[in-house]
């Protein structure tokens, strides 16, 4: 099951976590509260396209959105997108809404966005690979233990983009 297969990872890259466990919600907003967190703490893992066969994933705050000509600078590219769910699902091993780096059936690299280690000791919460389910970990050793390339790539939801 793919919630097992993500706890597992986590627990083998040996930073602390919690599981928490709820029934379905509609929204960032409903599954923060179902954690116990800020909005800004759930963090969303996404799968980004950047060539042919080549994916990545983004971690972005809940408070935030992928900016996208932020993202295209970084990775030195004129075009990025997202695949569709079949394609996120084929390569993760998880369905949109429980997508984490943790147990992936796919080691792609991950970009997180700088604003994840402010302030310092911030705990966040990621998809735990099932539908209701987080994992609570710090936030600075999760990037070092994803290996994450750390970059401004996001921008206030809703504050609109060139």
Do not use: C
Request: no cysteine.
């Amino acid at each position: 099951m793919s919630e097992e297969r993500a706890v597992a990872a986590v627990e083998a890259s040996g930073i602390p976590y919690a599981v928490t466990r709820h029934g379905r919600v509609s929204s960032l907003e409903e599954a923060a509260a179902a954690r116990g967190v800020e909005p800004r703490d759930l963090v969303k893992t996404l799968v980004v396209r950047r060539a042919a066969d080549d994916y990545l994933f983004v971690l972005v705050p809940g408070d935030r959105e992928i900016s996208w000509p932020k993202l295209r600078a970084l990775l030195g590219v004129n075009r990025v997108s997202m695949p569709d769910a079949a394609a996120a699902l084929a390569g993760t091993g998880y369905e949109r809404g429980t997508i984490t780096p943790f147990g992936s059936t796919t080691a792609w690299p991950v970009v997180a966005d700088a604003s994840l280690l402010e302030p310092p000791g911030r705990t966040i919460s990621l998809g735990g690979g099932a539908h209701g389910v987080g994992l609570t970990v710090p936030a600075a050793e999760t990037l070092e233990a994803l290996d994450a390339r750390v970059a401004d790539v996001t921008s206030v939801s809703g504050a609109g983009q060139p």
